[in-house]
């Protein structure tokens, strides 16, 4: 079963952005051990980060056409405004989970609205750079169950 793990605008930074509030885990360390986990739970992961909408969307195209039966998706800033990146979930039918590493719900109100949370199949928000594993896991025994 192949998972599309898909990052958005400044997660390329992650364990030097704003560490207080996103930690010192690197994107690196994100897929180094997400790789792990989905060795032991026998999944196959295809790792996508972009700064830029449109490629996130040919990105979730390419997995739709691939057979992708899923995706863990930390859209970044791209969550409060991007009706383009929900509709390309939706176009492809593929199932997500949303991840954010900080609680967006204690943060400024313009994070408090996601576009893709009410058609996540659930969501991982404020645990941290932990939030991508735990996502994984989740998807996964949703898929399976
Ligand atoms: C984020 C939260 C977003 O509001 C922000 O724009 C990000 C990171 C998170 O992981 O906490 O880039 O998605």
């Known amino acids: 079963m192949k998972i599309l793990v898909l990052n958005g605008p400044n997660l390329n930074l992650l364990g030097t952005r ?3 509030r996103y930690g010192a885990t690197t994107l690196e360390d994100v897929t180094t051990r997400l790789d792990e986990l989905a060795e032991e739970l026998g999944v196959v992961l295809w790792h996508v980060q972009s700064n830029h909408e449109g490629e ?5 195209h390419e997995a739709g056409r691939q057979g992708f039966k899923g995706a863990v998706v930390n859209a970044g ?3 409060h405004t991007s009706i383009a990146l ?6 492809t039918a593929i199932p997500f989970v949303e991840v954010h590493v900080s609680n967006v719900y204690a943060r400024e109100p313009f994070r408090h609205k996601s576009l893709l949370a009410d058609v996540a199949v659930g969501a991982v928000i404020g645990l941290g750079a932990q939030g991508y594993e735990l996502g994984l896991r989740g998807l996964v025994a949703k898929l399976r169950a």
């Open 18 to 20: 704003e560490p207080e």
């Open 77 to 79: 800033a791209y969550t």
């Open 86 to 91: 929900r509709d390309a979930f939706l176009g």
């Open 56 to 60: 996130l969307i040919d990105q979730v």
